[in-house]
Structure formats: structure tokens, C-alpha cells
């Protein structure tokens, strides 16, 4: 049994190949970097099927493992099961401080709920038409358009960025960072942004400023113009404009 220290930062990256796409794997891996180290890489299909075939030199270049699974009916269940298998297999083995579960299938759902119920954490990576009952199952939950976006942005950095006015106008987006900033504010409503984008990640598993075309969240705050951002030495706090006016 791997000691405590040993799976600190170790994740398992199990990947649908009927409900991912090659393109996207480079930037979803470095963003796995960024959650921990990707010790086990496995991707779940029948390989005997033509429309797989683009995987094999993604596979190889990212050391892959490709796990056969022939589909006995019509449709993926078979591979569904053999990926929820193998994730139990690698639950109870102890090896790994958490789960990333790459798929927009709300097969998941129960998978991604018992891996969490054993206290190891769970990152989904889908597209936004995964439906919100697996999302919401996720510890967080990353949409693989922001991977998409990176690349337009590489060409044009506007690409994809939402206008100040479309995002003053999105009430759920503003409501959001002002319960984060009012929940996190000292007296004089300031808020450190850290506290901030742990509180927001802890209430909204899916937000992520790139989902509106922003690197980071100091920027999206900033864009949207209802708050003050300052930087302090090497912190950036933050404030909501109204309580400016109410001090």
C-alpha cells in the first residue's frame, strides 16, 4: 500500500474515446499537470472501429493506454462499463488522491458520486452539452471548449471574449462574484482574490474565466467594471463597487 505522501498529487485520467476528441488532449493533459501528476492514462473504445483510428498517434505521443472493449450491442455501453470497472479496480488499490474523468456521458454520474463518498477528489472534462446532474457530481468540472478557445486565441487574442456589456448582463456570472467578494470581505469590503477563487470554485464547480474568453480571473473582474481590483505588493484584492458608495 502506497504510503500517504506517495498519492498526495497522483491522479488517474480515464478517458471516453467515444465522447472526446484527439485535438483536445495535449492542453487537457497540461491542464491535469496543473491538478497533480498523471500516473495512469488509460482510454476506453472498441479500437476495431474505423471512426477511432485518428487516436493512434495522440496515444502515442502521450503514452496512452488504450483499453479494447468490443461492443457486444448497439451503442457504448460495454466501453462505459469497462471504464467504470477499471475506475473501482484503481479506487480500491488506494494508489491515487483523485479521478480525472474525461466524457460528457451522464453515465458517470454514479461513478464520479462514489469515487468522492471514498474522499479522493473527482475532475470532469467534457463539453458543455454534459448534462448537469455529472457535472455537478464533479469535484470540478472543466469544459474542454476552453481548450478549443486557447487555440483561436493563440491567432487572435479577442477571439471568443466577451464584451463588458454581455457580461454586466449576465446576472448569474455578477451574482456569483459578489456573494464570492462579499463572503471573503474584511469590514471595508476588500477580499484577497485567492479566497475568492476558492470560495466561487467551491459553489460552482463548472466557472472558469476562460469559459468567457479570459485568462485568469483578475482579468474577468476587471472587465466586467462593477468592481475595484488593487494590487498590493504581490496581492490583488478586490471590492465591489457599490460599497464604495455605502463607505
Same mark, same amino acid.
Given at each position: ?17 467515444? &465522447?472526446? &476528441? ?47 472493449? %468490443? ?38 454520474? =454514479? ?20 448534462? =448537469?446532474? %455529472? ?25 471568443? =471574449? ?38 466561487? &470554485? ?8 476562460? &469559459? ?19 494590487? =498590493? ?15
Amino acid at each position: 500500500m502506497a504510503s500517504p505522501e506517495d498519492i498526495s498529487s497522483s491522479l488517474a485520467v480515464l478517458i471516453d474515446a467515444d &465522447n472526446a &476528441n484527439p485535438s483536445v488532449i495535449e492542453p487537457l493533459l497540461e491542464e491535469v499537470a496543473k491538478l497533480g501528476v498523471a500516473s495512469v492514462k488509460r482510454i476506453y473504445g472498441d479500437w476495431t472501429t474505423p471512426n477511432l483510428g485518428q487516436w493512434k498517434q495522440v496515444l502515442l505521443e502521450h503514452s496512452i493506454q488504450p483499453i479494447q472493449q %468490443f461492443r457486444y450491442t448497439t451503442g457504448k455501453n460495454a466501453t462505459d462499463s469497462a471504464m467504470i470497472i477499471d475506475a473501482m479496480d484503481l479506487l480500491y488499490a488506494g494508489h491515487f488522491a483523485g479521478f480525472c474523468l474525461v466524457s460528457s456521458d451522464s453515465d458517470f454520474t =454514479r461513478l464520479a458520486s462514489r469515487i468522492r463518498e471514498s474522499g479522493r477528489r473527482v475532475y470532469g472534462f467534457g463539453e458543455k452539452k454534459t448534462p =448537469r446532474p %455529472f457535472v455537478s457530481a464533479c469535484d470540478r468540472f472543466i469544459y474542454i471548449e476552453v481548450f478549443t478557445k486557447k487555440a483561436e486565441d493563440q491567432q487572435e487574442p479577442s477571439a471568443g =471574449r466577451k464584451s463588458p456589456k454581455e457580461l454586466k448582463g449576465n446576472k448569474a456570472l455578477v451574482g456569483l462574484l459578489r456573494s464570492a467578494i462579499e463572503a471573503c470581505s474584511d469590514e471595508t469590503g476588500w477580499a484577497q482574490l485567492g479566497p475568492v477563487g476558492n470560495f466561487i &470554485n467551491k459553489t460552482a464547480n463548472d466557472f472558469d474565466p476562460r &469559459n468567457y474568453g479570459f485568462a485568469k480571473l483578475s482579468e474577468l473582474i476587471t472587465a466586467i467594471g462593477l468592481f475595484e481590483v488593487e494590487r =498590493r505588493e504581490s496581492r490583488i484584492f478586490v471590492r465591489d463597487k457599490r460599497r464604495k458608495i455605502v463607505t
